[in-house]
């Protein structure tokens, strides 16, 4: 099992920045993929940003060049640098992994509040 908290989410005024932060705990060592998806009102859930074991990205075509994913293997920690936030950001963001263990599975965080005002 791995588990998943989040933080960083904020209100910010459209055109600021703001860096999401996650940080798995437990079976982190089956961890094939980490990253990001978010949920706005009434919408379903989206990817954001993915980043795999081999350091390959993968972005939503909304947020690419505003937004980057990386992340500390080390400190098992993944990260979402959103710049040049728009109004159409606001979401709650949700902290993702897909791991090995007897199969493929995936965790999720609780999520995180990102509000952008216009």
């Known amino acids: 099992q791995v588990q998943l908290v989040e933080s960083g989410g904020d209100l910010v005024q459209a055109g600021g920045s703001l860096r999401l932060s996650c940080t798995a705990s437990g079976s982190t060592r089956s961890i094939l993929v980490m990253g990001w998806y978010r949920q706005a009102p009434g919408k379903q859930r989206e990817l954001v940003a993915l980043v795999a074991n081999s350091g390959s990205t993968n972005y939503a075509d909304s947020v690419k060049g505003r937004f980057t994913i990386s992340r500390d293997n080390g400190k098992n920690m993944v990260y979402l640098q959103m710049n040049n936030l728009k109004p159409e950001d606001t979401a709650v963001y949700y902290c993702?992994?897909?791991?090995?263990?007897?199969?493929?599975?995936?965790?999720w965080g609780q999520g995180t509040q990102v509000t952008v005002s216009s």
């Open positions: 993702y992994t897909q791991q090995w263990e007897r199969g493929r599975s995936t965790s």
